[in-house]
Protein backbone atom coordinates (compact mmCIF):
# COMPACT_ATOMS: atom_id res chain seq x y z
CA UNK A 1 0.00 0.00 0.00
CA UNK A 2 1.06 3.24 -0.98
CA UNK A 3 1.64 6.05 1.88
CA UNK A 4 -0.79 8.42 0.51
CA UNK A 5 -2.99 5.35 0.06
CA UNK A 6 -2.23 4.37 4.12
CA UNK A 7 -2.16 8.20 4.80
CA UNK A 8 -6.12 8.67 3.63
CA UNK A 9 -7.21 5.11 5.46
CA UNK A 10 -5.46 6.06 8.48
CA UNK A 11 -7.40 9.46 8.75
CA UNK A 12 -10.52 7.65 7.60
CA UNK A 13 -10.85 5.75 10.29
CA UNK A 14 -9.95 8.54 13.14
CA UNK A 15 -12.80 10.63 11.33
CA UNK A 16 -14.54 7.90 12.01
CA UNK A 17 -13.47 7.36 15.58
CA UNK A 18 -13.97 11.04 16.37
CA UNK A 19 -17.20 11.22 15.65
CA UNK A 20 -18.57 8.29 17.99
CA UNK A 21 -17.25 9.54 20.24
CA UNK A 22 -18.90 13.14 19.54
CA UNK A 23 -21.68 10.96 19.49
CA UNK A 24 -20.66 9.15 22.57
CA UNK A 25 -20.96 5.96 20.90
CA UNK A 26 -18.62 3.49 22.28
CA UNK A 27 -15.30 3.18 20.24
CA UNK A 28 -14.91 -0.39 19.91
CA UNK A 29 -18.41 -2.46 20.14
CA UNK A 30 -17.84 -6.14 20.13
CA UNK A 31 -13.98 -7.27 20.80
CA UNK A 32 -12.04 -9.11 18.82
CA UNK A 33 -13.19 -13.10 19.44
CA UNK A 34 -16.46 -12.25 20.66
CA UNK A 35 -19.34 -12.29 18.67
CA UNK A 36 -20.20 -9.78 15.52
CA UNK A 37 -23.72 -7.56 15.92
CA UNK A 38 -24.43 -9.45 12.48
CA UNK A 39 -24.50 -13.02 14.50
CA UNK A 40 -25.76 -11.47 17.85
CA UNK A 41 -29.23 -10.53 15.43
CA UNK A 42 -28.92 -13.74 13.61
CA UNK A 43 -29.85 -15.46 17.59
CA UNK A 44 -31.83 -13.02 18.93
CA UNK A 45 -33.75 -13.70 15.76
CA UNK A 46 -33.95 -17.57 16.00
CA UNK A 47 -35.87 -17.39 19.71
CA UNK A 48 -37.33 -14.19 19.73
CA UNK A 49 -40.80 -15.78 18.65
CA UNK A 50 -40.95 -18.71 20.97
CA UNK A 51 -39.30 -16.85 24.04
CA UNK A 52 -41.94 -13.96 24.14
CA UNK A 53 -44.26 -16.76 24.55
CA UNK A 54 -43.12 -17.94 27.59
CA UNK A 55 -44.66 -16.36 30.83
CA UNK A 56 -42.24 -13.53 32.44
CA UNK A 57 -40.45 -12.44 29.23
CA UNK A 58 -41.24 -8.86 27.97
CA UNK A 59 -38.44 -7.92 25.09
CA UNK A 60 -35.56 -9.26 23.69
CA UNK A 61 -32.49 -6.83 22.45
CA UNK A 62 -29.03 -6.80 21.08
CA UNK A 63 -26.89 -5.05 23.99
CA UNK A 64 -23.44 -5.28 25.11
CA UNK A 65 -21.79 -6.74 28.33
CA UNK A 66 -19.52 -5.54 30.76
CA UNK A 67 -16.53 -6.50 28.51
CA UNK A 68 -17.70 -4.90 25.13
CA UNK A 69 -19.20 -7.98 23.22
CA UNK A 70 -22.39 -8.34 21.76
CA UNK A 71 -25.46 -10.37 23.64
CA UNK A 72 -28.57 -10.99 23.26
CA UNK A 73 -30.82 -9.12 25.66
CA UNK A 74 -33.40 -10.86 27.06
CA UNK A 75 -36.42 -8.28 29.71
CA UNK A 76 -38.18 -10.32 31.92
CA UNK A 77 -41.14 -9.02 34.77
CA UNK A 78 -39.18 -10.74 37.51
CA UNK A 79 -36.30 -13.07 37.60
CA UNK A 80 -36.44 -16.92 37.89
CA UNK A 81 -39.83 -16.54 35.38
CA UNK A 82 -38.30 -18.30 32.63
CA UNK A 83 -35.56 -20.77 32.02
CA UNK A 84 -33.17 -20.17 29.12
CA UNK A 85 -29.85 -21.52 28.17
CA UNK A 86 -26.18 -19.35 29.03
CA UNK A 87 -26.26 -18.93 25.04
CA UNK A 88 -27.85 -19.03 21.54
CA UNK A 89 -25.77 -19.78 18.45
CA UNK A 90 -22.44 -18.79 20.67
CA UNK A 91 -23.90 -15.61 21.41
CA UNK A 92 -23.75 -15.12 25.12
CA UNK A 93 -27.67 -14.93 27.14
CA UNK A 94 -28.22 -11.47 29.12
CA UNK A 95 -31.41 -11.52 31.63
CA UNK A 96 -32.47 -8.38 32.52
CA UNK A 97 -34.98 -7.88 34.83
CA UNK A 98 -37.20 -4.57 33.36
CA UNK A 99 -40.91 -5.93 34.75
CA UNK A 100 -43.65 -5.06 32.46
CA UNK A 101 -43.65 -1.97 29.71
CA UNK A 102 -46.18 0.44 29.60
CA UNK A 103 -46.97 3.42 27.19
CA UNK A 104 -46.32 6.44 29.07
CA UNK A 105 -49.43 8.53 29.62
CA UNK A 106 -50.90 5.44 31.40
CA UNK A 107 -48.73 5.29 34.55
CA UNK A 108 -48.68 7.53 37.54
CA UNK A 109 -46.80 10.81 37.47
CA UNK A 110 -45.16 12.61 39.72
CA UNK A 111 -46.07 16.26 41.24
CA UNK A 112 -43.54 18.65 39.01
CA UNK A 113 -41.51 20.61 41.32
CA UNK A 114 -39.46 22.77 38.38
CA UNK A 115 -38.82 26.36 37.83
CA UNK A 116 -40.71 25.59 34.45
CA UNK A 117 -44.49 24.10 34.75
CA UNK A 118 -44.32 21.66 31.87
CA UNK A 119 -47.77 20.67 32.38
CA UNK A 120 -48.93 24.31 32.48
CA UNK A 121 -51.04 26.43 29.95
CA UNK A 122 -48.22 27.98 27.54
CA UNK A 123 -48.56 31.51 25.39
CA UNK A 124 -48.45 30.75 21.91
CA UNK A 125 -45.97 29.47 20.21
CA UNK A 126 -45.54 27.17 22.50
CA UNK A 127 -42.59 25.20 23.19
CA UNK A 128 -42.60 21.51 22.24
CA UNK A 129 -41.50 19.02 25.58
CA UNK A 130 -44.50 20.38 27.09
CA UNK A 131 -48.44 19.11 27.96
CA UNK A 132 -50.59 17.92 24.94
CA UNK A 133 -53.06 15.34 24.28
CA UNK A 134 -56.35 14.36 22.44
CA UNK A 135 -59.43 15.30 24.05
CA UNK A 136 -60.36 11.77 24.91
CA UNK A 137 -56.69 10.99 26.92
CA UNK A 138 -54.90 12.14 29.97
CA UNK A 139 -51.74 13.74 28.90
CA UNK A 140 -48.97 13.45 26.75
CA UNK A 141 -45.51 15.28 25.45
CA UNK A 142 -45.20 17.14 22.44
CA UNK A 143 -42.12 15.94 20.42
CA UNK A 144 -41.31 18.33 17.81
CA UNK A 145 -42.43 20.51 15.38
CA UNK A 146 -42.09 18.68 11.55
CA UNK A 147 -42.34 20.22 8.38
CA UNK A 148 -43.12 19.01 4.89
CA UNK A 149 -41.71 21.66 3.35
CA UNK A 150 -45.41 23.69 3.22
CA UNK A 151 -47.27 22.77 6.41
CA UNK A 152 -45.66 22.32 10.12
CA UNK A 153 -47.33 20.12 12.49
CA UNK A 154 -46.72 18.49 16.09
CA UNK A 155 -45.22 15.77 16.44
CA UNK A 156 -46.42 12.98 19.25
CA UNK A 157 -47.65 9.21 19.76
CA UNK A 158 -50.77 7.62 18.52
CA UNK A 159 -51.66 7.13 22.30
CA UNK A 160 -51.29 10.50 22.56
CA UNK A 161 -52.97 12.59 19.91
CA UNK A 162 -54.76 9.76 18.21
CA UNK A 163 -56.43 8.11 21.62
CA UNK A 164 -55.23 4.39 20.90
CA UNK A 165 -56.68 4.30 17.15
CA UNK A 166 -59.54 5.64 18.19
CA UNK A 167 -59.65 9.10 17.16
CA UNK A 168 -60.34 10.70 13.34
CA UNK A 169 -58.39 13.53 11.65
CA UNK A 170 -59.21 16.87 12.43
CA UNK A 171 -60.29 15.93 16.45
CA UNK A 172 -58.73 18.81 18.14
CA UNK A 173 -55.31 18.31 20.40
CA UNK A 174 -54.89 20.05 23.60
CA UNK A 175 -52.01 21.84 24.84
CA UNK A 176 -52.28 21.04 28.02
CA UNK A 177 -53.82 17.69 28.23
CA UNK A 178 -56.73 17.09 29.67
CA UNK A 179 -55.01 16.06 33.18
CA UNK A 180 -53.52 19.03 33.40
CA UNK A 181 -56.27 21.38 33.04
CA UNK A 182 -56.55 21.86 28.98
CA UNK A 183 -60.41 21.78 28.07
CA UNK A 184 -61.58 22.07 24.23
CA UNK A 185 -61.92 24.96 22.26
CA UNK A 186 -60.30 26.81 24.77
CA UNK A 187 -57.11 25.23 24.76
CA UNK A 188 -56.69 24.04 21.01
CA UNK A 189 -53.44 23.92 19.71
CA UNK A 190 -53.40 21.25 16.57
CA UNK A 191 -55.85 19.41 14.86
CA UNK A 192 -55.20 15.32 13.97
CA UNK A 193 -53.65 14.85 10.62
CA UNK A 194 -52.41 11.70 10.31
CA UNK A 195 -51.55 8.98 12.26
CA UNK A 196 -49.94 5.32 12.23
CA UNK A 197 -52.61 2.56 13.62
CA UNK A 198 -51.22 0.12 15.79
CA UNK A 199 -52.26 -3.32 15.50
CA UNK A 200 -52.85 -5.11 19.15
CA UNK A 201 -51.80 -8.93 19.83
CA UNK A 202 -55.13 -11.37 19.75
CA UNK A 203 -53.61 -13.76 21.95
CA UNK A 204 -50.25 -14.17 23.30
CA UNK A 205 -49.08 -16.28 20.24
CA UNK A 206 -50.60 -13.90 17.76
CA UNK A 207 -49.04 -10.79 17.81
CA UNK A 208 -48.50 -8.67 14.90
CA UNK A 209 -45.61 -6.50 14.58
CA UNK A 210 -45.64 -2.60 14.85
CA UNK A 211 -42.48 -0.45 14.50
CA UNK A 212 -43.94 3.03 15.84
CA UNK A 213 -46.61 5.20 17.87
CA UNK A 214 -47.06 7.38 16.32
CA UNK A 215 -48.87 10.88 15.23
CA UNK A 216 -48.51 13.91 13.73
CA UNK A 217 -51.12 17.28 14.12
CA UNK A 218 -51.72 20.53 11.49
CA UNK A 219 -51.08 23.28 13.19
CA UNK A 220 -49.10 26.10 12.60
CA UNK A 221 -45.80 28.26 13.21
CA UNK A 222 -47.90 30.97 15.27
CA UNK A 223 -49.18 27.72 17.61
CA UNK A 224 -46.07 25.50 18.40
CA UNK A 225 -42.30 26.28 18.25
CA UNK A 226 -39.73 24.75 17.89
CA UNK A 227 -37.36 24.73 20.77
CA UNK A 228 -37.83 23.25 24.35
CA UNK A 229 -38.52 25.88 27.60
CA UNK A 230 -35.29 27.32 28.44
CA UNK A 231 -34.55 24.90 31.09
CA UNK A 232 -34.20 22.06 28.11
CA UNK A 233 -31.78 21.46 25.27
CA UNK A 234 -33.32 24.07 22.98
CA UNK A 235 -33.92 22.95 19.48
CA UNK A 236 -33.19 19.97 17.95
CA UNK A 237 -31.39 19.44 14.40
CA UNK A 238 -33.14 18.16 11.68
CA UNK A 239 -30.68 15.28 10.63
CA UNK A 240 -31.34 12.11 12.50
CA UNK A 241 -28.60 10.03 14.04
CA UNK A 242 -29.02 5.85 14.14
CA UNK A 243 -29.03 4.11 17.68
CA UNK A 244 -26.20 2.98 18.50
CA UNK A 245 -24.92 0.45 21.59
CA UNK A 246 -23.80 2.81 24.65
CA UNK A 247 -25.06 6.68 23.19
CA UNK A 248 -25.29 8.93 24.91
CA UNK A 249 -28.56 10.63 24.78
CA UNK A 250 -31.58 13.48 26.94
CA UNK A 251 -35.04 14.54 26.44
CA UNK A 252 -37.21 16.78 27.56
CA UNK A 253 -40.32 15.65 28.33
CA UNK A 254 -43.72 16.68 30.02
CA UNK A 255 -43.19 15.26 33.27
CA UNK A 256 -39.76 14.93 34.02
CA UNK A 257 -38.26 17.10 31.75
CA UNK A 258 -34.64 17.33 30.98
CA UNK A 259 -32.89 14.15 31.42
CA UNK A 260 -30.00 12.08 30.45
CA UNK A 261 -29.85 8.10 29.42
CA UNK A 262 -27.85 5.74 27.39
CA UNK A 263 -28.91 3.22 24.29
CA UNK A 264 -28.32 -0.24 26.41
CA UNK A 265 -30.71 -2.24 23.55
CA UNK A 266 -30.91 -2.28 19.67
CA UNK A 267 -33.04 -4.21 17.53
CA UNK A 268 -35.41 -4.53 19.98
CA UNK A 269 -38.83 -6.79 20.14
CA UNK A 270 -40.75 -5.49 22.89
CA UNK A 271 -44.51 -6.11 24.24
CA UNK A 272 -46.13 -2.84 25.67
CA UNK A 273 -49.36 -3.16 27.40
CA UNK A 274 -52.04 0.10 26.71
CA UNK A 275 -55.49 0.47 28.33
CA UNK A 276 -56.98 -1.26 25.16
CA UNK A 277 -53.96 -4.32 25.24
CA UNK A 278 -50.87 -5.32 24.74
CA UNK A 279 -49.01 -4.68 21.33
CA UNK A 280 -46.04 -5.96 20.10
CA UNK A 281 -43.07 -4.03 18.46
CA UNK A 282 -39.81 -4.16 16.85
CA UNK A 283 -37.05 -3.02 15.69
CA UNK A 284 -36.84 -0.48 18.73
CA UNK A 285 -34.39 1.29 20.69
CA UNK A 286 -33.80 0.76 25.01
CA UNK A 287 -32.57 3.57 26.87
CA UNK A 288 -31.28 3.39 30.55
CA UNK A 289 -31.10 6.20 33.28
CA UNK A 290 -32.27 6.97 36.43
CA UNK A 291 -35.39 8.62 36.19
CA UNK A 292 -35.44 9.24 32.55
CA UNK A 293 -38.87 9.23 31.74
CA UNK A 294 -42.09 8.93 33.13
CA UNK A 295 -45.99 8.62 33.43
CA UNK A 296 -46.81 11.70 30.68
CA UNK A 297 -43.49 11.88 28.86
CA UNK A 298 -44.76 9.40 25.86
CA UNK A 299 -44.29 11.43 22.58
CA UNK A 300 -41.21 13.36 23.65
CA UNK A 301 -37.90 13.40 21.12
CA UNK A 302 -35.02 11.95 22.16
CA UNK A 303 -31.91 13.54 20.60
CA UNK A 304 -28.11 12.76 21.15
CA UNK A 305 -25.93 14.09 23.83
CA UNK A 306 -22.48 15.05 22.06
CA UNK A 307 -20.27 17.46 20.93
CA UNK A 308 -20.66 20.51 18.48
CA UNK A 309 -22.81 19.31 15.18
CA UNK A 310 -23.13 15.55 16.99
CA UNK A 311 -25.40 17.04 20.07
CA UNK A 312 -29.38 17.13 19.47
CA UNK A 313 -29.70 14.80 16.74
CA UNK A 314 -32.53 13.37 16.78
CA UNK A 315 -32.43 9.93 17.60
CA UNK A 316 -35.90 8.41 19.02
CA UNK A 317 -39.28 9.10 19.53
CA UNK A 318 -40.29 8.03 23.15
CA UNK A 319 -43.37 5.99 23.58
CA UNK A 320 -43.29 3.12 26.59
CA UNK A 321 -41.13 2.39 29.34
CA UNK A 322 -40.95 0.24 32.86
CA UNK A 323 -39.22 1.12 36.29
CA UNK A 324 -35.64 0.56 35.22
CA UNK A 325 -36.35 1.37 31.34
CA UNK A 326 -37.65 3.50 28.32
CA UNK A 327 -38.63 2.31 24.97
CA UNK A 328 -38.61 4.31 21.37
CA UNK A 329 -39.10 4.38 17.70
CA UNK A 330 -36.23 4.89 15.59
CA UNK A 331 -37.26 8.60 14.50
CA UNK A 332 -36.26 8.23 10.65
CA UNK A 333 -38.84 5.56 10.32
CA UNK A 334 -41.47 7.96 11.90
CA UNK A 335 -40.16 10.66 9.31
CA UNK A 336 -40.54 8.73 6.39
CA UNK A 337 -43.69 7.29 7.37
CA UNK A 338 -45.15 11.24 7.59
CA UNK A 339 -42.58 12.12 4.59
CA UNK A 340 -41.41 14.99 7.39
CA UNK A 341 -38.30 16.28 8.67
CA UNK A 342 -37.83 17.99 12.09
CA UNK A 343 -38.21 21.82 11.78
CA UNK A 344 -35.29 23.42 13.04
CA UNK A 345 -37.19 26.78 13.32
CA UNK A 346 -35.70 28.10 9.75
CA UNK A 347 -39.76 29.04 8.89
Known amino acids: MSLLRWSRSRWAL ?8 ALGNPVIPGLPGGPSLDAAMAAQASVTGVWMGRDGVVGTAVGLDAGGDYVVKVYLTALGVAQLPATVDGVPVQLELTQAFQALNELPAPAAADDVDRRGNFPRPVPIGVSTGHTGVTA ?6 VTDGDQVFALSNNHVYANNNEARPGDPLLQPGVADGGRNPDDVVATLHDFQEIDFCRTRFSCPLNRMDAAIAATTPDDVGFATPDDGYGNPRSTPAEA ?5 VQKYGRTTGHTHGTVTGINAVIDVSYRGGTARFEDQILITGGGFSAGGDSGSLIVSEGLLAADRRPVGLLFAGSATSTIANPIDIVLQRFDVQIDEGSR
Open 14 to 21: VAALLADV
Open 140 to 145: GTIGAR
Open 244 to 248: TLGMK
